[in-house]
């Protein structure tokens, strides 16, 4: 009973001072600040992105179009995968000014089984990205002929995936770093 008389007499004493608007007006600016920060972090976490099905699809269709403009078919087996940015992420190389803005990307995959590269050849358009899997049971450093224009940082472990957007028509000459005689070429041709 005593301590809850004290207590009362102290809020009684605290409130009638300037301290006690002061903490107040801190409380509630705080509040307001909290409120702002985790508001404006939520609208950035559900802002839209553009999601890689659509991109395949995309690139699907252009490839149908071109299909159907030189009646033949092409190799289904490069256009696969969703790409993760295992060991190393996603690197580009070149100028951005030779993407236009709104085209079309495609998404190839070449697959390293340890001995070679399937498709071992690859035609893609400035801006498409390539994805490099490991399919070995062994580690891959997938490398360009002219280094260092792409690869990853360090060997892809089983199973890991790397891939490189191309920014510059050119063809890009590849092999595997740990096995040199696996070898690859992609012909990148401008938009």
Known sequence: MFLCYNIEKLTKKFMKTKQFIYVIIVVVIIVALSYYFYDSTNKKAQAPTTDIEDVLMRGQNRQQTETDKTEEP???????????????GTFSSGSEAETSPGADILVSETVYDGKNFLPGSLEILVGDIVIFTNNSGEEFLPASGAHPEFGPAVALPAGGKYQFKFETADSWDFYDGLNPSATGVINVAAR
């Open 74 to 88: 092409k190799n289904q087996a490069q256009e696969t995968a969703i790409p993760t940015t295992e060991a190393g």
